[in-house]
């Protein structure tokens, strides 16, 4: 039973990652979005906010989701997700 109940959650870690992995435009930085943005919700929040966030609304946004929400994003970190944020998914 509980080697049944790991492969589960193994298969639903993976499926999840997977479809992480094709959601977003594959471009430098994506790796990192993945990784720092999909911990407390779905990258469907990326999509939905492309078509109304420039460059400076995600800057804030990011600037939200570390100082506000606690995402352990460093420096370095915040401005590649930015960069790929702005140019993948800015208006
Ligand atoms: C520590 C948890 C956490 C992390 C990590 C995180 N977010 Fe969020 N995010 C939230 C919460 C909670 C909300 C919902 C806030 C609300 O309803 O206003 C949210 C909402 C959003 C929204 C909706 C618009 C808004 O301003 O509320 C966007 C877009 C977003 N996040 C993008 C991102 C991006 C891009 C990253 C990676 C840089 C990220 N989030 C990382 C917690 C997080």
């Known amino acids: 039973m ?3 109940i ?3 959650s193994f298969f639903a870690a993976t499926a999840t990652a ?3 992995q094709i959601f977003l435009k594959d471009r ?4 990192l ?3 720092q943005c999909a911990m407390c919700h779905s990258l469907d929040y990326i ?4 078509t ?6 995600w800057e804030k946004t990011v600037g939200k989701m570390i ?3 606690g995402a352990p994003i460093n420096d370095a970190d915040k401005q590649v997700i930015i960069n790929y944020l702005a140019q993948n998914y800015g208006k």
């Open 6 to 8: 790991l492969l589960l």
């Open 33 to 35: 979005v993945v990784a």
């Open 52 to 57: 109304i966030l420039d460059r400076g609304g």
């Open 2 to 4: 509980r080697t049944l």
């Open 18 to 20: 997977g479809e992480n």
């Open 67 to 69: 100082n506000i929400m």
């Open 47 to 50: 999509n939905l906010h492309a």
């Open 28 to 31: 430098p930085g994506k790796n």
